[in-house]
């Protein structure tokens, strides 16, 4: 073996990798810890959100029926406590006795009260899955709103590049366009970003608007019970969009992983392990695995929900469809964030 040659190699690799991950890579794929280090990998993480008492707390109301004939409106943090009970059996609630619901229940999570929605995202408080949610949009990271709210997917968008526009508590809109301009050199074809992000037409509102409209383009909004579903029952709708994300979040870690291989042949595979401070796993060499198993076995995704029913159906899914894969469920009533597996 030529020694000097193989050192050499070694360390144009290191620089390699130190270049590509030194800075903040978008969709998941960059350490936020020390830029110094020597021995920086992308973590390969995304993001799965709830909006209600998740990521903020609306002050919208789901309307019931007292034994009065009155309407009254109830938190969306106090539906997840009793939603099981409603229609079923009388219970008391704020000083009334509930027998069911109101004939239209959920008129101001649908169309009706996207305009309410779009305005009270900007105000509300915000809930227990908020700094990941941060930490999320600064990194340029996928993400999916997975609510059983039933207004557009474009509405929830928009609510979205709101929160960007305005660097609402804690979002950098500097830092996202510096990452996904990041991100968007490292997987473009052509290798002309002007090019690609100018074939699409936006109505910027901002300097750098246009490749942020394009990646929540790419991100899942998926509010559950919108033109179907139960609002009452969202479960079902929560697994279908939380499969569709994995789905979505493993084909562009793939294609990602191969934009960085064949732009620098030296790399393999074992070179892009994430590096899992808390799971010495994932840290094994893996050169004797092909793409897609390593993307099966180092994309992590996190879902956070503040219903217990939510939680479960999605931790009993995960661990009957995708069992000992890094997909986790938190479970964040009270304020709370906890590991729910």
């Known amino acids: 073996m030529n020694f000097k040659k193989h050192i050499k190699e070694q360390v144009f690799k290191k620089k390699i990798i130190n270049q ?10 960059y350490d936020v810890g020390n830029e110094e280090s020597e021995d920086l990998r992308p973590d ?8 209600d008492d998740n990521l903020m707390y609306m002050p919208t109301k789901i309307m019931v029926m007292t034994e009065n004939d009155d309407e009254i409106g109830m938190s969306t943090e106090d539906f997840a406590e009793h939603r099981h009970q409603i229609g079923v059996e009388n219970f008391k609630y704020k000083g009334s006795t509930i027998v069911g619901y109101s004939p239209d229940p959920f008129i101001y999570f649908k169309e009706a009260g996207e305009n309410k929605f779009l305005i009270d995202s900007m105000i509300a408080p915000v809930g227990p899955a908020w700094n990941d949610f941060v930490e999320c949009l600064n990194g340029g990271s996928l993400f999916a709103i997975i609510t059983a709210r ?26 996202i366009i510096k990452n996904l301009k990041i991100y968007h050199e490292m997987i473009s074809k052509t290798g002309s970003l002007k090019e690609d992000i100018d074939s699409k ?16 383009d790419r991100c899942l909004m998926a509010p559950v019970t919108y033109g179907q579903g139960s ?8 697994k279908v969009a939380l499969r569709k994300f994995i789905s979505d979040c493993r084909q562009s870690a793939k294609e990602l992983v191969q934009s960085l291989l064949e732009k620098n042949p030296i790399l393999k595979l074992s070179d892009l392990v994430p590096k899992f401070k808390n799971d010495v796993s994932f840290n094994e060499v893996m050169d004797d695995i092909d793409i897609d198993e390593f993307i099966t076995k180092n994309v992590k995704i996190g879902f956070s929900d503040d219903d217990v029913k939510n939680a479960e ?17 938190y479970y964040t009533k009270g304020g709370e964030k906890r590991k729910f597996n």
């Open 201 to 216: 037409k936006f109505d910027a509102d901002f300097n750098g608007s246009d490749l942020v409209l394009k990646y929540l």
């Open 231 to 238: 609002a009452a029952n969202p479960e079902e709708g929560k």
């Open 150 to 175: 039933g207004h557009s997917p474009q509405t929830l968008r928009r609510a979205v590049f709101n929160l960007i526009a305005k660097n609402h508590n804690g979002i950098n809109k500097s830092e």
């Open 20 to 29: 590509i991950y030194k800075y903040a890579i978008s969709e998941g794929i």
């Open 313 to 329: 159906a999605q931790r009993d899914m995960l661990s009957q469809e995708y069992p000992n894969e890094p997909i986790n469920v």
């Open 44 to 51: 390969l993480k995304y993001y799965a959100f709830d909006w």
